[in-house]
Nanobody
């Protein structure tokens, strides 16, 4: 099982980034997918989640209207489009997979750093 994030980097405030998470080793379409983030000294928090079919999404209040989560089940990939980035979005972003039914397997990626700074 692998979740490999990419697309992180340094961006100026107001800029955009698109994160990708490529999944392998499990049935991607049977898993809800999420993006979490963890800033230095803070707990890991849920940023956005998309159901296995892609029909439903939800977001943290802090990113609503700025971030968009999507998935391509044919490519086993989930995305996070991040617009209007703020310094407080600086964190390591992690991809998460949660199986829709029992057993409730959960997988994590290794994380990708996003730094928003001028």
């Amino acid at each position: 099982v692998q979740l490999v994030e990419s697309g992180g980097g340094l961006v100026q405030p107001g800029g955009s980034l698109r994160l990708s998470c490529a999944a392998s080793g499990f049935t991607f379409s049977s898993y809800h997918m999420s993006w979490y983030r963890q800033a230095p000294g803070k707990e890991r928090e849920l940023v956005a989640r998309i159901t296995s079919t892609g029909y439903s999404t939800n977001y943290a209040d802090s990113v609503k209207g700025r971030f968009t989560i999507s998935r391509d089940n044919a490519k086993n990939t989930v995305y996070l489009q991040m617009n209007s980035l703020k310094s407080e979005d600086t964190a390591v972003y992690y991809c998460n997979a949660q199986k829709t039914g029992p057993p409730l397997w959960i997988y994590w990626g290794q994380g990708t750093q996003v730094t928003v700074s001028s």
